[in-house]
């Protein structure tokens, strides 16, 4: 798919929490073996939001991050959408707190959407169609998350918070672009792998189900698709990012599509901070924009769950040089960390009924 | 807080917009109705900055109604890069890890939520600078 | 314009206390029965009460009328002032001018709290709006959490101690010990305050005025007429009131009261006196530090040179002037919107020698300091004995 206008990266932030469970700590709390979470799962601590942090918060930092490396006024956004499993409100669009946040409103459209972990890349879509279509000269993406698993349940290992707001432009509007969509395909079916129902606190999943019937089949049909549709091959690319439930899923995937471990490495973050949710493969694109080059082109897949996966090219432009600098990397938010044990971790995340 | 009392001071609080006095051009946060310095009623608005000072601070461990999961919070002066001084919560740091000097910067978070089904009370706190 | 001298005729006080059988007006009607009844004053004519959180706590709004009824005061004018922990001395400073006016001749003030009837935070989030609520409440602090930011400051500039300030609170029980007024009347160490424990850093326990309440009558009237109805009665020499921003944060000096500052100069001007001429002071100390710079700001020492003052004894009887011979906020209790005028009436029972076994010897001259919110009202009120 491709906009009848060319649109670019503008800009791009994200924002990953202070603290940090090791997990060590969930393990000894459980029960459970860590060495299969460290070693097969590739997950060896993930971020916690403390007290005073939900998707809006995060959001709104990432945003601001995005911003500033923009150089844009927050009034040139025509729209905001923040994707995400786990919006403070159910009723209450977190779009209007983060837009009215950065200083964006009124003009702006602004609405949450929910696809599980594709939120984020549901997000971008949206903002390529407003921004390709000409209805808005840049639209802002966000994908964050403050998932929870259930305790003592395999995804209490890699559930983490943080999130990733890409702006979006249009090509020639914007003077200094980042990066230039080449292409995109998004490939869906209901495929029922994970999900939480109204009122429940956490989510359920079919455990093993979740591998090839769900994130495989849907990333690897989205990555193919959007390779041959653009006479692209694996070699092509210099980075390629998907989807992080943890660290197996995507190198046995990009192994498939025929990517090898050095074009992932960069934009592998779960074994530090986690699954991100709806956040994930955006704040994995955002670490490999944080090193990217001109002529660089990043492949990124991401997979929501119920099913479906979002596939994108992207060749990078002269605009990094010029802005990669202007704001915190992924990496600088890796590196602030404060460990905590699992009775704060718990205050936290209120599993103790506070 | 009841809802329209928060709404209302929202670009206050949530994006640190002050007073400027026209005349004499001194900062005012809180706002005023007349300059405190000359008497003017003629503001424009003014983005305070988003770094500054911490030149006091306590660590609160008998809360007040609502905050009783926070304890112990810290509450801070901060003198902002322009000499305006405002009065905000500390966060994302330990209360034993806080220092008069040290280096803050503006976030937004979250401040207070009422109840289950009450409105989220946003505002701007301030963290160690990054 | 002509303004008639004012005498403070009478006054009552109830001990401070958690005073559960007894209801907002029972208090202030003992304290103002025991006022009445010291004198055979024709009429009264007016009733100017203070009270700051009867409305939060006891739902009661509509006070003076409330309290002219209970005494059988109706048809005569009476209203409510309010001023954060200030209203009892707003409401002294109110009748004042009610009387020096010409308007009112036998004025009943005073001011009346029940801070017990508050239930569950209730009172400490009720003693909180003093503050500035959208700006400084709004982020969870309390009236302590913002005096501990002032005290902690105090003690970076000052190169101060925790054990400095407890000093005031030991001496404030000491004075106490001798009050049957006062809620807390008895001793403590410097090891007391030390080991109490933290409220809001660096305020602990024994640095705070307990919560209690309280009820102070004090009867005004012409200078000119008092003779006719007392033969102890004092005048009201210098009185003024004053504010400060009520935001902390927008304070030129955070370590200056100016509220005090202004309203002293303007208090010692119209008397005709300086700081050296008082004898005895009922300052306003909710908290240690609040003590602390009420004695530097209403001109008594130094900024900065409190602790050392105190430690040479120079605010006790024979010293440089008798701070809170009464046991201050501290000790004796701090009924807040009642405080202003347990102040006023204290310095009136030393100068007529009515202070039993906390009597300062030989007081002529005595001055009452009542803060509002945390320095953002001062109201002063400066006595002489009449002869």
């Known amino acids: 798919m491709r906009p009848n206008i060319d649109v670019v990266i503008a800009g791009w932030g994200s924002y990953i929490p202070l603290y940090r469970v090791a997990v060590e700590e969930i393990a000894k709390m459980w029960g459970k073996s860590a060495r299969h979470f460290k070693e097969e799962l590739l997950i060896d601590e993930k971020a916690v939001a403390g007290q005073d942090e939900d998707v809006a918060t995060i959001a709104v930092e990432a945003a601001k991050n995005a911003l500033q490396r923009s150089g844009l006024a927050p009034t040139s956004l025509g729209a905001v959408f923040v994707g995400s499993e786990s919006k403070p409100y159910a009723v209450k669009p977190t779009g209007t707190i983060v837009a009215e946040a950065i200083g964006a409103t009124p003009r702006i459209l602004a609405a949450d959407m929910e696809f599980a972990c594709k939120a984020g890349t549901e997000t971008l879509q949206c903002c390529i169609g407003l921004v390709g279509s000409g209805m808005i000269n840049y639209g802002m993406a966000i994908g964050a998350d403050t998932a929870q698993g259930a305790p003592a349940d395999s995804l209490e290992f890699s559930a983490g918070c943080g999130g990733t707001a890409l702006i979006v432009g249009r090509k020639g509007y914007e003077k200094e672009p980042v990066a230039t969509l080449e292409g995109s395909v998004s490939y869906v079916t209901d495929t029922p792998d994970f999900w939480r129902r109204p009122k429940r606190e956490y989510p359920s999943h079919a455990e093993a189900f979740t591998g ?17 549709e653009l006479s692209l091959k694996p070699s092509d690319f210099k980075y390629a990012v998907l989807h992080q439930p943890n660290g197996k899923f995507p190198i046995k995937a990009a192994r498939m599509l025929g990517f ?55 060749v990078v432009n002269d605009g990094i040089d010029v802005k990669r600098d202007r704001s915190l990397t992924v990496r600088n938010y890796i590196k602030r960390k404060r460990n905590i044990d699992y009775a704060i971790y718990s205050k936290f995340r209120r599993k103790i009924v506070v | 807080m009841s809802v329209p009392r928060y709404w209302r001071e929202m670009p206050e609080r949530t994006r640190l917009e002050a007073a400027k006095c026209n005349r004499c051009g001194i900062i005012l946060f809180p706002p ?43 509450l801070g002066m901060v003198e902002l890069e322009d000499g305006t001084k405002i009065t905000v919560p500390l966060t994302d740091v330990f209360p034993e890890d806080v220092s008069i000097g040290m280096n803050v910067e503006a976030v937004f978070r979250k401040v207070f939520e009422d109840g289950e089904s009450g409105i989220i009370e946003y505002a701007i706190k301030f963290r160690p600078t990054l | 314009m002509i303004m008639r001298k004012v005498a403070v005729l009478s006054t009552g006080l109830t001990k401070v206390d958690k005073h559960w059988r007894k209801s907002l007006r029972e208090l202030y009607g003992e304290a103002a029965k025991a006022a009445i009844n010291q004198t055979k004053v024709p009429q009264l004519d007016a009733l100017i009460i203070g009270n700051m959180c009867a409305s939060d706590l006891s739902d009661q709004n509509n006070i003076g009328a409330l309290l002219a009824d209970y005494l059988g005061m109706t048809p005569s004018m009476a209203y409510r002032i309010e001023a954060a922990c200030g209203s009892g001395g707003a409401a002294v400073l109110g009748a004042y001018t009610a009387v020096a006016s010409g308007m009112y001749d036998f004025v009943m003030t005073g001011g009346v709290e029940k801070l017990t009837d508050g239930v569950g935070g209730n009172t400490t989030y009720s003693l909180g709006k003093a503050a500035d609520a959208e700006f400084e409440l709004f982020y969870g602090s309390s009236f302590v959490s913002l005096n501990a930011m002032i005290m902690n400051h105090y003690m970076h500039v000052y190169h101060t101690s925790r054990e400095d300030f407890a000093d005031l609170a030991v001496l404030m029980h000491k004075n106490g010990a001798r009050n049957p007024y006062a809620q807390l009347p008895f001793p403590i160490t410097r090891d007391t305050v030390m080991n109490s424990d933290m409220i809001s850093d660096p305020i602990s326990l024994y640095d705070c005025a307990p919560v209690g309440d309280g009820a102070a009558a004090l009867l005004l009237c012409p200078l000119e007429d008092a003779p006719k109805y007392s033969d102890t009665f004092v005048e009201i020499v210098g009185i003024a009131g004053a504010t400060d921003t009520i935001n902390i944060s927008s304070r030129t000096d955070l370590l200056t009261l100016n509220s005090t500052v202004v309203a002293a100069d303007r208090a010692y001007k119209m008397a005709k006196l300086t700081p050296k001429d008082i004898d005895v002071a009922e300052i306003h100390d909710t908290f240690t530090i609040t003590g602390a710079l009420s004695v530097e700001d209403l001109g008594f020492c ?86």
């Open chain 1, 212 to 228: 090839e019937p769900a994130y495989f089949a849907h990333v690897l049909s989205a990555g193919k698709i959007l390779m041959e």
């Open chain 1, 260 to 314: 090898n471990k050095e074009q992932v490495d960069s934009g592998l973050l779960v074994p530090y901070i986690g699954n991100l949710y709806a956040g994930s493969s955006v704040t994995g694109l955002s670490a490999v924009l944080d090193i990217a080059k001109p002529g660089d082109r990043i492949f990124m897949a991401s997979f929501g769950s119920g099913a479906g996966s979002d596939a994108f090219s992207f």
């Open chain 2, 32 to 74: 005023r109705g007349k300059c405190m310095n000359c008497g003017s009623e003629s503001f424009v608005q003014y983005a305070l900055p988003r770094r500054g000072k911490l030149i006091t601070f306590t660590i609160v461990r008998s809360p007040t109604k609502g905050f009783e999961k926070q304890v112990p919070y810290v």
């Open chain 3, 302 to 387: 130094e900024k900065g040179k409190f602790h050392k003052m105190l430690a040479n004894g120079a605010f006790e009887a024979g010293g440089i002037v008798a701070i809170n011979p009464s046991g201050g906020l501290k000790s004796r209790g701090h009924p807040v919107g009642a405080t202003g005028a347990y102040q006023v009436a204290e310095i009136a029972m030393q100068l007529c020698n009515k202070a039993d076994k906390w009597q300062v010897p030989d007081a002529e001259v005595g001055l009452a300091q009542n803060i509002g919110g945390s320095g953002s009202s001062t109201y002063i009120t400066i006595l002489r004995r009449a002869r």
